[in-house]
């Protein structure tokens, strides 16, 4: 079966990684490179970085709609199913209607929960406790497409959005395997229409969505620490200074007030609306990742710290 793989960062690879195995990969897709960093540094991304290594054929098109170029290279193919992990674009009809299979989707998350960019820093964010990956026949729209199959996976109290993101990509990786190794022993595909009114959303994560009010409640809070690591990071400030924060643990200490730190049996203990949090690990402006301990240390100097 020929496949061809659309796909962009970390959460992809591991997809891309198993198809080239099992499979008869002809072309990979993937974003173009871009600038990071104060020193603009170009990096590849993960997909291509791969690919340079394998020797597989991957191109970067600068845009799909009216890619008159990457049309004509997948018809050339021919490809049986186009398979797409957080690529990054929507696909064209025109491209949809080329594989002879259809063009599946690898998403990390239940559908119609959490459609969008961002489904596994706002499952976290949200408080779920099960998220998981569906496997899902794309059409013109944002994530809309017919449910092909649905695997859960149970959130842990201490995973992080770096920490699922690589529990989903394996539970992907594993799921879209079966599914071409059942497609070639000629089973079709089991396609069930989404419920439109149980549909959420989960858009693109910006910057300003880490910033932590301290008025929530202590699990708001934590959900936020984590469904934000690595990116963007949670965040706050201590007398105009940025603070990062990519650790924390519900505490139970005496009630302190909303942002008010304390120390608290050598540990940085903060209030927030209903209980305390303990911050693990954080980071000031400039400065390297210190731990909770000798950040409350190095401000004992300031009377009556607080974050806001």
């Not at 199959?149 to 990509?169: G, N, V």
């Not at 497609?183 to 693109?204: D, H």
């Not at 708001?220 to 949670?234: D, S, T, V, Y």
Request: hydrophobic share 40%; proline share 5%; aromatic share 4%.
């Amino acid at each position: 079966m020929k496949v061809i793989f659309m796909g962009t960062p970390n959460f992809a690879l591991k997809s891309l990684v198993a198809l080239k195995a099992n499979f008869d990969l002809k072309l990979v897709v993937t974003q173009p490179d871009k600038p990071v960093g104060r020193g603009k540094n170009i990096i590849f991304t993960p997909v291509k970085d791969f690919c340079l290594n394998q020797r597989i054929d991957c191109v970067q098109p600068e845009k799909i709609k009216n890619n008159v170029e990457l049309v004509k290279k997948i018809n050339l193919i021919s490809p049986d199913i186009i398979c797409v992990a957080a690529y990054g674009k929507i696909l064209t009809q025109e491209l949809l209607d080329i594989p002879k299979i259809g063009c599946i989707n690898i998403h990390a998350s239940l559908l119609p929960k959490l459609r969008g960019a961002a489904p596994i820093n706002k499952s976290i964010i949200n408080g779920d406790t099960e998220t998981g990956i569906t496997l899902m026949k794309m059409d013109a729209g944002m994530d809309t497409g017919d449910i092909i199959c649905s695997t859960k996976l149970r959130i842990q109290e201490d995973d992080t959005t770096a920490s699922l993101s690589e529990k989903l990509s394996d539970l992907g990786a594993e799921e879209i395997v079966k599914l071409i190794k059942n497609l070639e022993k000629g089973s079709s595909l089991p396609l069930v229409k989404q419920e439109e009114r149980q549909a959420t959303f989960a858009p693109k994560m910006e910057k300003n969505d880490g910033h932590i009010n301290w008025a929530k409640s202590s699990e708001e809070i934590h959900n936020l620490i984590r469904g934000c690591n690595p990116w963007p990071i949670a965040h706050t400030s201590l007398n105009g200074s940025a603070i990062k924060i990519y650790k924390s643990k519900l505490n139970n200490s005496e009630k302190l007030r909303e942002g008010e730190i304390k120390k608290v049996n050598n540990l940085l203990i903060v209030g927030c609306k209903d209980k305390n949090i303990e911050i693990i690990e954080l980071q000031k402006s400039s400065q390297k990742r210190i731990s909770g301990k000798d950040f409350i240390n190095g401000i004992a100097n300031i009377e009556n710290p607080s974050f806001i």
